[in-house]
């Protein structure tokens, strides 16, 4: 059974009873946090994806979520789990938090990604077969005419060999095959645990294993297989199932315990919505100004490498007048009532993205046509949002008239449209919303 929480919520310690035994475990890590509160100590998961033990497999949802029923919590874990296979680890900032690398070559020790894997492949290709060959006698296959003419006498006939009886090649699938059980078995073991979570549908494959496993002997089992195979296929294969049944074996060892998920969940949002966005900020700040160092005599000494860097920077022409999107990607499980906030992003964070568009206004909008519009956005649980829905601004006297848009996203139409690879386009007419000069 999966067991279901959320990000960011505190749970006490009696919350976390079913889990106790890899408590320690996520606390090391960093995925599980105490917090102090006036009712007594707060544990907080600081992680979205999932944690899986021999034991065990644990769902932690996104912030941003309302508690859902267990069918929802389900359905919604599918769908961050199809986020993380889409991802390119390589291509996203602060890689190293993230537990999801789906090329099986660079964590073969990741149980949910061999389960993955060896699922793929078994709707693609199979259960493992191994051909055997053998000559038999007077059959109805191929004659094997080397076998024939070097092992049987023919009998001339008006100087003509005739061969009465003939060797023939056949070839068939190997039944008795170890490494097929042990292909059935471990097919078995990942369907009933993983395919659920995973999105795979129900399959049948025989159990062929009726003895206790012997994970040492399969394990020796393999590796002689893997001695006599070339097919590229194969060989990725029974590969895959020694890294799958050595974690078995050492299922009771201290690093009995898998991650496929991330501390960073907000470079996720940030990427997909930079993705969908079609993001311009390598061509529009290519050559923004850069802090330099000098000395007292005004001598130049060195350039910092890093410059402004807005999340998502898009520009759009229509009617002859051109308008620059200054979108932050915040991760906040943002609230705004008619009195009152929560979860706000900090002053600095504020003041920050006023000071991009002054930059970008004073570096490339000269131009009378062109406009800004400058917008935090954030993640939310709400059907009745179409893509993005403006919902208020912020101001500080000191930019003058300048403002930032509010503007709260559906997550699960933005994860949708991020897993079917469909990108935004026109982004004034997503969000519809005055756009400030």
Known sequence: MIKYFYEEYGYSKDDLYGILDIFHKLTERGILK????????????????????????????????????????????????????????????????????????????????IADYLLQDYFLNGIYNKE?????????????????????????????????NTYHTISDIDTYNQVTKIHAWAMNYCYMKYADILGYDSYYVESLVTDVPNYDSWINLINIELSEIYDDRNVALLKSLINLIYNKLNSDESNDITFYGTSSFHIIWEYILSYLCDNNYNQICKDMDKAKFYSLQNEYIATKTKTLEPDILKLEECDNSKTLFILDAKYYNFKLYNASYEHSPGIEDIIKQFMYEE???????SNSNMKTYNAFVFPADDSTIDIMKPIGKLKIDYFGGKEIILILANAEKIFDAFIKDKKFGNLLGLLGCEISK
């Open 132 to 164: 055997c060959t053998y000559i038999d006698m007077n059959s109805n296959n191929d004659i094997d005419w080397d076998e024939t003419i070097n092992g049987i006498d023919p009998i001339l006939i008006e100087d003509q060999p005739i061969y009465f």
């Open 359 to 365: 930059v970008l206004r004073k570096k490339y909008l």
């Open 34 to 113: 105490r917090c102090k509160s006036k009712s007594g100590d707060k544990y907080k998961f600081k992680y979205v994806g999932i944690v899986a033990t021999q034991q065990h497999i644990i769902s932690i949802l996104p912030k941003y979520l309302e508690i859902k029923t267990k069918g929802q919590e389900l359905l919604i874990t599918k769908k961050i789990i199809k986020l993380f296979k889409k991802i390119d680890p390589s291509k996203v900032s602060n890689e190293e938090d993230l537990y999801f690398d789906t090329n099986l070559g660079n964590d073969d020790s990741n149980e949910i990604i």
